[in-house]
């Protein structure tokens, strides 16, 4: 086992990509250590796959993408845009409630970003705001993204472990609502300190019934997955092929803004990303079996526990692993590994597994834009052509307030738990 991780740290550090280091550090593991030999890596990475829930990833990705271009992300800006755009920051907040509804709809923090901050911050530099606040306030509201429903690391955690997929989405309701306010306070506080110019007539905003019927259709896609899967209708692999269809509808016979003759293209795209995702998910189910057979679950509780049993303590050594971890691993892969190692531990002092679940999401958010390889800065800096170093200056305050907001879902359970 100490070969996997030595191997695999360094690698990781040696700027390998995930999978590629993950991957030769099972292989070597299996050649020197023999903790598990190559048939049964080939088979645990086939079998992993086989799982009917886990369909639902690449389908709410394939509708995440399809959305992303039937010209949603313009859609609900003008909606935000109608009931903030009038505060001061108004602009910066409307992108916030933007990416909280759009990412409501695809499911992926990265996606939420690329489809909203490529139209957004272009807009409010124009505007006169500074780039890096843009870039910075954007990246991190981009995170709520895996918070809300239907959020694809809130599925992985549900299938690893064993819990509700419909309860991990109700869970993720109230702490992505807090996090897209506590942004937009941070905005607002940014705009009175730095005040600018006028808001040009072109985003003035406009009357709240108009923009409402032209983005109802989009917000409609979390109430029929909640409500087809809480009402009985659907599992949750059905909701996201019902999302599917419902995105291809709109997209096509209201917004008109996308063909069918696209669709291959929307599918091939979709499929680029999904597949090092389901690499990924495949290679870390390996990993995870491997430390769960090596006892490293209980080595960790043993280590912990050994610190503190009262649950609220540990919760802050778990904050701040996740927190150390989230810097250097991506989101998935973070969630497959951590998961069989924590989840016993925190159950043991009588911590519930969707408040916990609730909590690691909200880590790999802040995650999402925590250097070295925060995935939605690099996604910042290639739309905005600001330095990765510079953006993660800028993103440094915005992250405070999502600190705040993990704390509070840390320590009041009701946050995560009220609605189910």
């Known amino acids: 086992m100490g070969i996997l991780f030595l191997i695999f740290f360094g690698l990781i550090l040696l700027g390998t990509v995930f999978p590629a280091a993950l991957g030769l550090a099972l292989y070597q593991n299996s050649m020197f250590a023999g903790d598990a030999s190559l048939g049964f890596i080939a088979r645990h990475m086939v079998t992993s796959m086989d799982n009917f829930t886990i369909l639902a990833v690449p389908i709410f990705m394939l509708a995440g993408e399809v959305m992303g271009q039937a010209g949603i992300s313009k859609r609900l800006f003008d909606l935000s845009n109608s009931l903030v755009g009038r505060f001061r920051g108004g602009l910066p907040m409307a992108t916030i409630v933007t990416l909280l509804l759009f990412g409501s709809v695809s499911g992926s923090g990265p996606a939420t970003l690329a489809a909203v901050g490529s139209i957004m911050i272009p807009l409010l530099v124009k505007q006169g705001y500074d780039m890096k606040f843009v870039a910075g306030i954007t990246a991190a509201g981009a995170g709520v993204g895996i918070i809300l429903p239907p959020s694809i ?52 905003p406009q009357p ?35 999302s599917l269809v419902y995105a291809i509808l709109v997209g096509v016979f209201i917004y008109k803004e996308i ?23 495949a290679l870390s ?22 610190i503190t049993e009262n649950p609220w303590i540990l919760l802050i050594l778990i904050n701040i692993l996740l927190l150390t971890v989230g810097t250097f691993i991506d989101t998935l892969s973070k969630v497959i590994i951590m998961t069989p190692i924590l989840l016993p531990m925190t159950m043991a002092v009588g911590i519930d597994p969707v408040h916990f ?17 925060g995935i939605s800065l690099f996604v910042a800096s290639a739309i905005t052509k600001v330095p990765f170093l510079s953006l993660s200056r800028a993103v440094l305050k915005p992250l ?7 704390l509070l879902v840390t320590f009041i359970p009701a946050l995560s738990l009220i609605l189910l």
């Not at 189910?285 to 050994?306: H, K, N, Q, W, Y």
């Not at 679940?357 to 390889?373: D, E, K, Q, S």
């Not at 405070?400 to 993990?406: D, G, S």
Request: hydrophobic residues 55%; contains cysteine.
């Open 153 to 204: 690391p809130m599925v992985m955690f549900a299938i690893s472990a064993n819990q509700s997929i419909g309860d991990m989405f109700l869970a993720g309701i109230i702490p992505g609502i807090l996090t897209g306010v506590a942004l937009m306070v941070y905005a607002y506080i940014y705009c009175l300190r730095n005040p600018i110019p006028e808001v040009s007539e072109e985003l003035k």
């Open 208 to 242: 709240l019934i108009k923009t409402l019927k032209s983005g109802i259709w989009a917000l409609l896609t979390p109430f029929i997955i909640l409500g087809g899967i809480y009402g009985g209708i659907f599992t949750p692999t059905e909701a996201a092929a019902v």
């Open 259 to 281: 063909k069918f003759k696209d669709l291959p293209r929307y599918i091939y795209n979709a499929a680029a990303l999904n597949a090092p995702i389901l690499i990924i998910v």
């Open 285 to 306: 189910s390996v990993f995870g079996r491997i430390l769960t057979f090596e006892g490293i679950p209980a080595m960790v509780a043993d280590l912990m526990l050994g």
């Open 357 to 373: 679940g609730t909590i690691m999401i909200v880590n790999f958010a802040i995650g999402l834009v925590t250097p070295p390889t």
């Open 400 to 406: 405070m307030a999502m600190l705040i907001v993990l």
